[in-house]
C-alpha cells in the first residue's frame, strides 16, 4: 500500500511531471462541445464527455481538470454526474484538480474545503482551485486536509482573461502586485508530506508572461518546486512551443490546461489528441 506520503497529491504529481506529462486536460462540457460530441446538453451527456475524458487521460495525461460550473448548470443530476467522473478518475488513478473556484471567510471556506477534499466525500478529488481574495489566511480550512490528507490547492494568482489584469496587477501597501503576493504565499505554504512539489500552486494564465503580472520568482525556485496551473493553451491562443518562454524556470512544475482545443473535435480520436498535446507540451518543456 502506497505510504501516506506517495499517496499525496504532490508527491504523485511529482511522478507525472518526472515522466513528462504536463497536460491538464479540461472536463468543460460546453452545449456546443456536447453537440459535437453527438450528447445531449443535460448531466447524461456531461457524465459521458467526462468519463471519456478520464479514459483517455490515464497514464497519458498529468490530471484531468472538471469545471465545475458545466456540471453544476444541471443541478443535482450534475452534481451526481460529476460524483461518477470523479469515482471513474479515482479508480483510474487519475489525478483530479477540481476547477471550483472557491473563497470565502474561514469557517464557510472550510465547509467548501471539505466537500471536495476530504477522503471519502462523494466529490473527493485530489486538488481544487481556489480564491484568496478574502486574504491567503481565509484559505487556512484547507491546511489540514492538505497537510494530513496530501491534498492541493491551486491559488489564482494571475489569471488567462484580460479583466483581471485591474485587480491582479493593483500594488498593495508594500508594493507587491496582488498577483505576486498570491504567488508568495503559496511558496512559502509547507507540508511536510511534499518532497519535489509543493502542496500549494497558483494559477497563472499562458496568455501573459510572468513579467506583465509584475511576477518576480527567484530561479532555479524553490524546493519544493511551485506547481503552476496555466491555462490558456489551444483555444486562448497560447502555444505549447511558447512555454518556457512564458514561464520560464517555473516549467518543471507546469501544467498545461487544454479544454476546448482538446474537446471540440469530438469523441472520434480523442485519445490520440490527448496524447498528441501531451507529448507536444512535454516535449517543449524538456528543452529549457
Ligand atoms: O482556474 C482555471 O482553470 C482557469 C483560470 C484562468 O485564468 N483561465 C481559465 O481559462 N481557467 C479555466 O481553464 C479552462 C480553459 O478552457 P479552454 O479555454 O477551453 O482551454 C476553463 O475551465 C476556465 O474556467
Redesign the pocket.
Known amino acids: 500500500m502506497a505510504s501516506r506520503a506517495e499517496g499525496a497529491f504532490s508527491n504523485r504529481l511529482a511522478v507525472a511531471l518526472a515522466a513528462r506529462r504536463h497536460l491538464c486536460v479540461?472536463i468543460?462540457p460546453h452545449a456546443p462541445l456536447l453537440d459535437a460530441w453527438g450528447l445531449p446538453d443535460d448531466a447524461s451527456g456531461a457524465e459521458r464527455m467526462g468519463r471519456e475524458v478520464v479514459a483517455a487521460a490515464a497514464g497519458v495525461a498529468a490530471c484531468v481538470?472538471p469545471?465545475i460550473?458545466f456540471f453544476e448548470r444541471f443541478g443535482a443530476a450534475g452534481f451526481a454526474a460529476l460524483e461518477r467522473v470523479l469515482a471513474d478518475a479515482r479508480a483510474a488513478g487519475v489525478l483530479v484538480i477540481a476547477?471550483v473556484?472557491r473563497g470565502d471567510i474561514g469557517s464557510s471556506f472550510a465547509a467548501y474545503a471539505a466537500a471536495w477534499l476530504t477522503p471519502g466525500s462523494p466529490l473527493e478529488a485530489d486538488a481544487m482551485?481556489v480564491t484568496a481574495y478574502q486574504g491567503f489566511g481565509s484559505l487556512s480550512g484547507a491546511f489540514d486536509l492538505v497537510r494530513d490528507h496530501g491534498k492541493g490547492l491551486?491559488v489564482?494568482a494571475a489569471?488567462?482573461?484580460p479583466e483581471?489584469r485591474a485587480v491582479q496587477l493593483a500594488r498593495r501597501e508594500d508594493g507587491r502586485t496582488v498577483a505576486q503576493a498570491m504567488v508568495d504565499d503559496a511558496l512559502a505554504f509547507a507540508s511536510p508530506l511534499d518532497r519535489h512539489v509543493n502542496s500549494v500552486g497558483v494559477?497563472l494564465?499562458a496568455t501573459l508572461t510572468l513579467a506583465d503580472f509584475g511576477i518576480d520568482i527567484e530561479l532555479p525556485p524553490a524546493k519544493p518546486a511551485l506547481p503552476v496551473?496555466a491555462?490558456?493553451?489551444?483555444?486562448?491562443g497560447a502555444r505549447a512551443e511558447d512555454a518556457l518562454g512564458i514561464f520560464g524556470g517555473l516549467g518543471w512544475a507546469l501544467l498545461a490546461?487544454?479544454?476546448?482545443?482538446i474537446l471540440a473535435e469530438g469523441a472520434p480520436g480523442l485519445a490520440g489528441r490527448v496524447r498528441a498535446r501531451s507529448e507536444a507540451i512535454g516535449e517543449a518543456l524538456s528543452r529549457g
Open positions: 479540461g468543460d481538470k469545471q460550473a476547477d473556484k482551485t491551486f489564482l489569471t488567462s482573461n483581471a494559477v494564465g496551473l491555462p490558456g493553451f489551444g483555444h486562448q490546461n487544454e479544454s476546448r482545443s
